[in-house]
């Protein structure tokens, strides 16, 4: 039997079906505004570019670069530390993606600024969910 997972879990929000049905598959997808072309993350009813609500969940290659960190020393209950949060920008384009979220199988002390990274995903056990992450490319 698994232990129970303690950490705070995001919330399945209505629109956002299509994004936690790709988690679960272990694949990222991102709204994109037949319009315009941006993508939109976070998920969002109205392009952030042109206002238009005529986008699509479209797939992503979940790789990016590292823009910053935090290793969080002493997190909040649940959460074993350390751990790093980071901030990873994508590489679609042509506005620029930005995700934040926990890095894992990766040595803090390997971390770098402009560094590869890629989206990995954690199944949570009898939670109905799978967590997006990050770790090196």
Known sequence: MSEPYLRPLPAK????EPFWEAA???RLVIPKCNNC?????IPYPGCRTCLSEDQVWTPASGYG????????????PGFPSPYVTALVELDERPRSIVMLGNIVDTPHEDLKVGMRMQVVFE???DEDISIWRFKAA
């Open 13 to 16: 929000s209505p629109g956002t």
């Open 24 to 26: 679960a598959e272990h």
């Open 37 to 41: 072309g941006d993508w939109n993350w």
């Open 65 to 76: 670069t590292l823009m910053t960190w935090s290793i969080v020393s002493r997190g909040p």
């Open 123 to 125: 199944d949570i056990a």
